[in-house]
């Protein structure tokens, strides 16, 4: 017998959804791309603003990587490379290509990506800007290989779509990871040390406001059968009264004393509790920070050591640090020179000269020069005499 709300059972073959796609997820578009974590971003950036150590390695980095040269094998488009980039417009009212280096590498410093633009004039045969983006407004759409990808902006109707003019877009991660096109931040590791020393700070912070604006608790002992009720409370409002006048006095410069009558104790509040020492975690969050940015700390106003000088391991680490840092934008700079020779005509190559890194002391340089002229001058005397 059949149930009206029973269905009969198929006996044929199924039918096949002609509009499944193959072999895909159902957020396939998604697949290709990786998503931007803006929230790290704001959040590193705000990292940067709250502990000043931070912010101040990362000035000192970018001043140290700075000074960059170019040279090509034509001298007269040397002259003129030179001169477009002492002169290119970067954004911000500022000029040449070591401005738009030192945005561009705080960028890929903090954020861990950098995304710069350049700008042709109206006619094509001039660069007539050279500028930095916001990384956060900017996507990257892998392709099928590892070495093709694309940079994605959104349009009028908030979706993303490739930008049309790849050719023209910097992009530069550091760092990045295996199956990551986004570099990674040099403030990564940082967010948790630094709400643990914003908890400190916090804390001292309130504790001098209850401690360190002093308070003060006066007491009003009557002696026994010396007044009555009524006129015991008469009495402490009169030497209220008389403390409060005595302070704001204070407050206006002058000197005023105060004078009471019976037994009347004067105490500060809070001044037996003792604030906890926060020089030693302090330090030890600051030295994970400093550590992390691969600057010696006497460099950031920290005072550690009863030595405050740059030894020479010190100086070799540095100096590898802002090597690597150099090569990273190299990429970046031979594009815009490139660029800029072919719209000229010049099939030359550009070659990146970095001003050389100088961290010793000027004095043991110079002892060391004075040496190995005496012991040239020595080794020249010892071959005359031999001679004769």
Not at 44 to 51: K, N, P
Not at 141 to 149: A, I, T, V
Request: net charge negative.
């Amino acid at each position: 017998m059949k149930v009206p709300w029973q269905k009969e059972r198929s006996t044929g073959g199924e039918t096949a959804v002609q509009l499944r796609s193959g072999g895909r997820s159902t957020f396939g578009r998604l697949e290709s791309y990786v998503p931007l974590l803006d929230g790290e971003t704001a959040l590193y950036r705000e990292v940067r603003e709250a502990v000043p150590v931070v912010d101040a390695a990362i000035c000192k980095l970018i001043r140290l990587t700075g000074g960059v040269r170019v040279a090509c094998g034509n001298e007269r488009a040397e002259q003129g490379l030179q001169r477009f980039l002492r002169e290119v417009p970067v954004g911000r009212g500022q000029r040449g290509i070591n401005a738009f280096l030192d945005c561009y590498l705080d960028s890929l410093l903090t954020c861990g990506r950098a995304v710069g633009e350049i700008v042709p004039d109206a006619e094509g045969r001039e660069i007539a800007a050279v500028l930095c983006a916001d990384v956060s407004q900017v996507e990257v759409r892998e392709g099928d290989s590892p070495l093709e990808f694309c940079l994605c902006g959104v349009d009028g109707y908030g979706r993303s779509v490739p930008l049309e003019y790849q050719d023209l877009l910097l992009f530069t991660p550091l760092n990045p990871e295996a199956g990551h096109p986004y570099g990674v931040s040099m403030l990564r590791s940082m967010p948790y040390l630094t709400g643990l020393l914003l908890k400190i700070y916090d804390a001292m912070g309130k504790n001098w406001d209850r401690c360190g604006n002093v308070r003060f608790a006066v007491t009003y002992k009557p002696q026994d059968g010396e007044l009555d009720r009524g006129a015991a409370q008469e009495r402490a409002e009169q030497i209220a009264e008389e403390w409060s006048r005595a302070m704001q006095e204070g407050r206006n410069g002058s000197v005023r004393d105060f004078v009471s009558v019976g037994d009347v104790s004067i105490k500060a509040i809070g001044a037996d509790n003792q604030i906890l020492d926060s020089e030693t975690p302090v330090r030890q969050i600051l030295e994970q920070l400093v550590a992390k940015t691969g600057l010696p700390p006497f460099m950031l106003g920290l005072s550690w050591s009863s030595t405050e000088r740059m030894s020479s391991q010190q100086a070799d680490m540095l100096t590898s640090e802002i090597t690597a840092l150099r090569r990273t934008l190299e990429p970046v700079i031979e594009r815009v020179c490139t660029l800029w020779l072919r719209m000229h005509g010049y099939g030359c190559r550009a070659v990146v000269d970095w001003e050389d890194i100088n961290l010793q002391d000027e004095v043991e340089e110079a002892k060391a020069a004075l040496y190995l002229q005496q012991a040239r001058k020595l080794r020249q005397e010892n071959d005359e005499a031999e001679g004769k």
